[in-house]
């Protein structure tokens, strides 16, 4: 599979990283050259490539932002069409600006990254993990247990093609629904939100947010 990765920062190195050793094919764009990124290129080896961020995403099927959510505005709709987009963005006021509709509760950042992207297929993932583990607690549960990444999106076939993406990587994917109600169980101020959990206690948490329940716990003790 081809993946464009729009942001080299941890999440987006880390993310490369793993799609490389999965032998799919990366092209990493960040906000300068492409040629900044050349010793970053070379490590990752012959997977892996360099792009401007108009030129990355159509070299790919799927594309990962890893870019501060702030960024999103500047994103041109006519690029991501059709293409599975992963919003691996958080938003966080302070660094990004208010935005009322999040603010109040009444949209999730990644519907509106889908309402500036209305030919995307949007998907969120990746961004309730902390960088840091998402690049070293790959497999390190074992076949039997993992940790688990949450997943959200309204589009079944999209949605698949990234839960496979995140157990390719060595995570368990733990679907958490749709944009709306899933993605308001793990983004920032929730406690799904680096908890970093084991898949069985992840996916117990996320069936009892979905029902209305409390997804409460200590995120420090629960991954460890």
Same mark, same amino acid.
């Given at each position: 599979?081809?993946?464009?990765?729009?942001?080299a920062?941890?999440?987006?190195?880390?993310?490369?990283?793993?799609?490389?050793?999965?032998?799919?094919?990366?092209?990493l764009?960040?906000?300068?050259?492409? /040629?900044?990124? /050349?010793?970053l290129?070379?490590r990752?080896?012959?997977?892996?490539?360099?792009a401007?961020?108009e030129?990355?995403?159509?070299?790919?099927d799927v594309?990962?932002l890893?870019?501060?959510?702030?960024?999103?505005?500047?994103?041109?709709?006519?690029?991501?069409? /059709?293409?599975? %987009? @992963?919003?691996?963005m958080?938003?966080y006021?302070?660094r990004?600006?208010?935005?009322?509709e999040?603010?109040? /509760?009444?949209?999730?950042? !990644?519907?509106?990254?889908?309402?500036?992207?209305p030919?995307?297929?949007? @998907?969120?993932?990746?961004?309730?993990?902390?960088?840091?583990?998402?690049?070293?607690? !790959?497999?390190?549960?074992?076949?039997?247990?993992?940790?688990?990444?949450? %997943?959200?999106?309204?589009?079944?076939?999209?949605?698949?093609? %990234?839960?496979?993406?995140v157990?390719?990587?060595?995570f368990?994917?733990?679907d958490?629904?749709?944009?709306?109600?899933g993605g308001?169980?793990f983004?920032?101020?929730?406690?799904?939100?680096?908890?970093d959990?084991?898949?069985?206690?992840?996916?117990a948490?996320?069936v009892?947010g979905s029902?209305?329940g409390? @997804?409460?716990?200590?995120?420090a003790? !629960?991954?460890?």
């Amino acid at each position: 599979m081809r993946i464009a990765i729009l942001g080299a920062g941890n999440v987006g190195t880390a993310l490369a990283e793993h799609f490389t050793t999965a032998e799919h094919d990366v092209v990493l764009a960040n906000s300068r050259a492409p /040629g900044t990124l /050349g010793p970053l290129i070379e490590r990752l080896g012959a997977h892996a490539s360099a792009a401007d961020a108009e030129q990355a995403p159509a070299q790919a099927d799927v594309v990962v932002l890893a870019i501060p959510f702030g960024a999103y505005e500047r994103l041109r709709p006519d690029l991501f069409a /059709g293409k599975i %987009v @992963v919003d691996a963005m958080n938003y966080y006021p302070e660094r990004d600006g208010h935005r009322a509709e999040l603010d109040s /509760g009444a949209l999730t950042s !990644s519907e509106l990254v889908r309402r500036q992207l209305p030919g995307a297929r949007v @998907v969120k993932a990746f961004n309730a993990i902390r960088a840091g583990h998402l690049r070293d607690l !790959s497999r390190t549960g074992g076949a039997a247990r993992r940790y688990g990444i949450p %997943v959200a999106g309204d589009e079944d076939a999209a949605k698949r093609v %990234v839960l496979d993406l995140v157990e390719r990587i060595g995570f368990e994917p733990v679907d958490a629904g749709g944009l709306a109600e899933g993605g308001r169980l793990f983004q920032p101020g929730t406690d799904l939100y680096l908890a970093d959990l084991p898949d069985d206690e992840l996916r117990a948490r996320v069936v009892a947010g979905s029902a209305g329940g409390s @997804v409460a716990g200590s995120a420090a003790g !629960s991954a460890g």
